[in-house]
């Protein structure tokens, strides 16, 4: 079993571990939704607040462990498997920290979590941008377009500037903290148009590489 695996396991049991210990302690309704000022907006009893995190932390690394086992272009996936374990582990820890900062704000810690996100999305979106640009063509991991999955070259081509992409919204995010309650605004946006336009580029590559 890969490192990368073992720490989310490690994490997901924390996570546990945490809630059971927490449960008697906290409120019935807890912060559960922040809007993009940071401000609570969404509450949840108590249990689905402590365990939701913990159940789609498992459910995901369940999910990301048979992908490879069930995917007809597994080959592919064992020809960037580090990167793979490594967007596991990436994954984890995101919704980790989310998690951790969540029981901290509900037991009265005060701070900005918007401000607190940002650089994780930053980090995340970063190392996303090098997986993409490892990804070789699979069913279920990178820019699956009609396009992509029709063509290696075209696969090729989009991941290659996807990674790019990616990497340039992380750093666009880290921008965002200086801009207050707009900050969201600099994770959300430049990442969404990344996604459209590498949607529309893998259109045009496929038919640019199919003329020739």
Same mark, same amino acid.
């Given at each position: 079993?890969?490192? &990368? ?7 997901i049991?924390i ?6 210990s ?5 409120? %019935?309704?807890?912060?559960?939704? +922040?809007?993009?000022?940071? %401000? ?30 069930? =995917? ?12 793979y374990?490594?967007?596991i ?17 509900? *037991?009265?810690? *005060? ?27 699979n +069913? ?10 029709? =063509?290696?070259?075209? +696969? ?5 500037? &996807? ?7 992380? &750093? ?8 207050? %309650? ?7 946006i ?23």
């Amino acid at each position: 079993m890969k490192r &990368g695996v073992i720490i989310s396991i490690a994490l997901i049991v924390i996570s546990f571990i945490i809630a059971i210990s927490l449960y008697n302690s906290m409120p %019935e309704k807890m912060i559960s939704h +922040w809007n993009y000022k940071g %401000e609570a907006d969404g509450f949840l009893p108590k249990f689905w607040a402590l365990f939701l995190f913990p159940i789609i932390l498992t459910v995901i690394l369940i999910l990301f462990y048979f992908i490879p086992l069930i =995917d007809p272009l597994k080959k592919n996936i064992q020809k960037f498997q580090e990167y793979y374990h490594g967007l596991i582990l990436a994954i984890t820890l995101l919704l980790f920290y989310v998690f951790s900062l969540s029981i901290l704000l509900n *037991v009265n810690f *005060v701070f900005n979590i918007t401000f607190m996100l940002i650089p994780a999305f930053a980090i995340f979106f970063f190392y996303l941008g090098i997986v993409i640009e490892k990804s070789k063509m699979n +069913w279920f991991v990178g820019i699956r377009t009609p396009w992509t999955l029709s =063509d290696e070259r075209v +696969w090729n081509a989009t991941h290659y500037l &996807g990674g790019k992409l990616f990497k340039i919204s992380a &750093g666009i995010s880290l921008i965002g903290i200086f801009f207050g %309650e707009y900050s969201m605004f600099f994770v959300l946006i430049p990442i969404i148009l990344s996604g459209v336009f590498l949607i529309v580029y893998s259109y045009f590559k496929y038919r640019e590489i199919k003329k020739k």
